[in-house]
């Protein structure tokens, strides 16, 4: 069974970097898609940043320029960099992988829809 382990989340002050790593265990098919999600407080879970095996990749537009996805296909890791941290950032991260979405799609299907996905963690700027 195809677990994910997410690990990276920290407390920063504005303008800080983090990077979040997820990887897949057990994940033995030959397309995939992953990517990363977040649930602030008191707001609803969003789509952050995906990428497939095919190498394409979407971010949603709060985060454009500033977070960067990318993946160790062999490690089956993805990893999200952070950079220029703002306080809305704060939330709970969480990681997602699917055996048949494209970036483009994961970015637009809830968290629970995708075929796995981790248990979170927690990323917190202050300013």
């Known amino acids: 069974e195809v677990q994910l382990v997410e690990s990276g989340g920290d407390s920063v002050h504005t303008g800080g970097s983090l990077r979040l790593s997820c990887t897949a265990s057990?994940?033995?098919?030959?397309?995939?898609?992953m990517g990363w999600f977040r649930q602030a407080p008191g707001k609803g879970r969003e789509a952050v940043a995906t990428?497939?095996?095919?190498?394409?990749?979407e971010y949603a537009d709060t985060v454009k320029g500033r977070f960067t996805i990318s993946v160790d296909s062999p490690k089956m890791t993805v990893y999200l960099q952070m950079n220029s941290l703002k306080p809305e950032d704060t939330a709970m991260y969480y990681c997602?992988?699917?055996?048949?979405?494209?970036?483009?799609?994961?970015?637009?299907?809830?968290?629970?829809?995708?075929?796995?996905y981790g248990q979170g963690t927690q990323v917190t700027v202050s300013s």
């Open positions: 997602a992988a699917d055996q048949a979405l494209t970036a483009l799609q994961s970015l637009g299907v809830p968290l629970y829809d995708h075929n796995w």
């Open positions: 057990e994940y033995t098919y030959s397309h995939y898609v």
């Open positions: 990428i497939d095996s095919d190498g394409d990749i």
